[in-house]
Every structure is written in structure tokens, then in C-alpha cells.
């Protein structure tokens, strides 16, 4: 039988797996960077946490994740043209023996059976609105082009000192990068203003990692972003995860299996939910495996990690993934 990062490459390069994908069980995170260790994070049912770059953020009962908080008292950033004022870049300079934790989990990992993947959240379109708010962030991109671009380059060189010094102690052969492009019904902002903004930034900041032994780049927006797919493949991204039923997977598949792989095609919202059954579980997978084939696709739900809002949810697409699997193959 295949490794899980064999039946992975043989799924995203189109040869012969033997088994579907099942959700992340070929990454294995390593989360516990000094950064991350350190960054204020609400946990579910906290509010109002100001993480190290001064966002502040809640986590509410009954929701997947934290969101930033953008009430006037709030909001980090109201006037763009202010941004190097205001935006200050936490550090990223700790002493080796905070990096221990990490690098013993890096360690551990079975690297012929998984691949080490630290995790980027929020990336450079999030962090803008994290900063000042989904309406003013989308104006700015018309209103202040300049600081616009001047702020998503401050980032891109954050971006790049994390992923040097990540290399450096945990040599990952993966990446999981967050950033949400979209609603679930279309794009933040046009493909064309989208290449404009991000695709440089984004192929200095993928090319970095796969330059420094990274051999498998998985970007998570959970979305309808099927119109940035030519782009997502210029950046350099292998899998895209979160991609959701909106954006007519089959197509995707057929237009550009073989240069990018898709992950999800179970919208979390459809299984994991209060009151969640096992029985439309089993359906909702039973649907995707068979729609969207054994190629080029990854049977997973959108949500961002190994887990799920509800508990047992995770668990339970796993095992209908392999029961699937044991039908189909």
C-alpha cells in the first residue's frame, strides 16, 4: 500500500493511487513556532484579544473561527495614507531555545509518510482587512492604489523573514498558507485587480519555500475563487484548499488537473452544523468522491484545518472517505 504522501503525489500528478486522499492526513503541522506560541489568539468564546500586530480579535460561540473586531474603538487602521504610523511588524527574532517544541514535533514526523507543514494565517488579503475592515480595505484598493501596494509589500517582506527563519529551524517540505479571495459566490475583487495586487507578492513569497525544500504549497481560501485559478497556478500553489461546491469542481478539474489540485468540495456548512447527522455525512461524501473523481481532487470539507466546528464532524467524514475509497478503488 502507498504511503499517505505517495497516494498524494500520485493523486495531484495524475498517476495511480489507491486510495482517495483522505482530508489532511498527508500534512502533519507543526503549529508551534515561537511566533505563533506567542501571538494572542482568542479561544472559542473569547473576545476582544489584541494579537502582536495590535488587531484585536473574538471568537463567538457557535462560529468556525475568530474574526477581528472593527467597531470605531477598534479598528487598527482608519486612514490608509497613515499605515507606516500605525502597522508595526511583530517580531520574529527568539532565542533557539523557544524553537525546541518545534523542532522536536518536526523531528518526530515520519517524513516518508507525511510531509512537515507549518501553518500562515492570515495571509496578505486577510491582514489587510484585519487591519482596517472588509468595506474600507475594498475601497482603498480604488481609492489608494499606492499605499495599497506599499502595505502588501511590508507584509510580503514579513512574510519572507518568517519563512527564512522557518526553514532554517524546521525545514518543511509543505506549506499550509491561509488567505480567503472570496465570498462564497464570488471574488473580492476582480481577477485582473487581484493579479495586480497579489501575484507578484505571492510567487517571491511560494517561490521563497519551494527554493528552501518545500516541495508542496497548499493555499486555503474557502470560496468561490475559480476565476484566480490561472493566477493560483502562476504563484505556485499545488492544492487548493477550501475550494467550494460554487465553483463547478468537475470544470475546474478538467481545465487544470495536472498544474494545480483541488481540496474540499464538501462545504462545511452542509455537514457541520448543530444537529449534524451521520447520515448526511455519508451522503455529502458518497456525492463529492463520486462527482469529482480520483484525479486532481482531494475529498475534504472547506474548513481550514483538521478539525471541525462541531465535535465529531471531522471523524466522521474520515471514515465515510475511506468507506468510499474501499467501494471505489
Given at each position: 500500500?502507498?504511503?499517505?504522501k505517495?497516494?498524494l503525489?500520485e ?6 493511487p ?7 492526513e498527508?500534512l ?8 505563533n506560541l ?6 472559542y468564546?473569547q ?8 488587531v ?10 475568530p ?6 474603538a ?9 499605515w ?11 532565542p533557539?531555545?523557544?524553537?525546541e ?12 509518510d ?18 482596517m ?14 499605499a ?5 509589500k511590508y ?8 519563512a527564512?527563519?522557518?526553514?532554517e ?5 509543505a ?10 459566490k ?5 481577477p ?26 497548499v ?6 475563487a475559480?476565476?484566480l485559478?490561472?493566477?493560483?497556478i502562476d ?7 477550501g475550494?467550494?461546491?460554487s465553483?463547478?469542481?468537475?470544470d ?8 494545480i489540485?483541488?481540496?474540499g ?5 452542509t ?30 470539507a472547506?474548513?481550514g484545518?483538521?478539525m471541525?466546528?462541531f465535535e465529531g ?17
Amino acid at each position: 500500500m502507498l504511503t499517505k504522501k505517495q497516494n498524494l503525489l500520485e493523486t495531484i500528478r495524475g498517476g495511480h493511487p489507491n486510495r482517495f486522499v483522505n482530508q489532511y492526513e498527508y500534512l502533519a503541522f507543526v503549529l508551534t513556532d515561537p511566533f505563533n506560541l506567542e501571538d494572542p489568539y482568542p479561544e472559542y468564546g473569547q473576545h476582544n484579544i489584541t494579537n502582536n500586530w495590535g488587531v484585536t480579535l473574538s471568537w463567538p460561540e457557535g462560529t468556525p473561527g475568530p474574526f477581528p473586531v472593527h467597531d470605531d474603538a477598534h479598528r487598527l487602521l482608519k486612514d490608509i495614507t497613515e499605515w507606516k504610523k500605525i502597522i508595526k511588524a511583530p517580531n520574529l527574532i527568539f532565542p533557539e531555545e523557544k524553537w525546541e517544541m518545534a523542532i522536536k514535533e518536526a523531528e518526530a514526523v515520519d517524513r516518508s509518510d507525511q510531509f512537515v507543514a507549518p501553518m500562515i494565517a492570515p495571509g496578505l488579503f486577510e491582514r489587510l482587512h484585519y487591519f482596517m475592515g472588509m468595506e474600507d480595505s475594498l475601497v482603498n484598493f480604488y481609492d489608494e492604489p499606492e499605499a495599497v501596494a506599499e502595505l502588501i509589500k511590508y507584509l510580503t517582506e514579513w512574510e519572507l523573514q518568517y519563512a527564512e527563519t522557518l526553514c532554517e529551524h524546521l525545514h518543511p517540505d509543505a506549506l499550509f498558507h491561509h488567505d480567503d479571495w472570496g465570498s462564497q459566490k464570488s471574488t473580492f475583487i476582480s481577477p485582473d485587480m487581484f493579479g495586480e495586487f497579489f501575484v507578484d507578492a505571492y510567487k517571491e513569497i511560494y517561490g521563497y519555500y519551494k527554493s528552501h525544500g518545500v516541495e508542496l504549497i497548499v493555499h486555503h481560501s474557502d470560496s468561490y475563487a475559480a476565476t484566480l485559478v490561472p493566477h493560483m497556478i502562476d504563484m505556485g500553489i499545488d492544492i487548493w484548499q477550501g475550494v467550494m461546491t460554487s465553483n463547478n469542481i468537475p470544470d475546474l478539474i478538467q481545465k487544470y488537473g495536472g498544474k494545480i489540485s483541488f481540496m474540499g468540495g464538501i462545504d462545511s456548512a452542509t455537514v457541520d452544523h448543530p444537529g449534524w447527522t451521520r447520515e448526511e455525512v455519508k451522503q455529502e461524501v458518497r456525492r463529492a468522491c463520486k462527482e469529482y473523481g480520483k484525479l486532481y481532487y482531494i475529498p475534504s470539507a472547506s474548513q481550514g484545518l483538521n478539525m471541525s466546528t462541531f465535535e465529531g464532524v471531522y471523524e466522521a467524514l474520515s471514515e465515510e472517505i475511506d468507506n468510499c475509497s474501499k467501494e471505489m478503488f
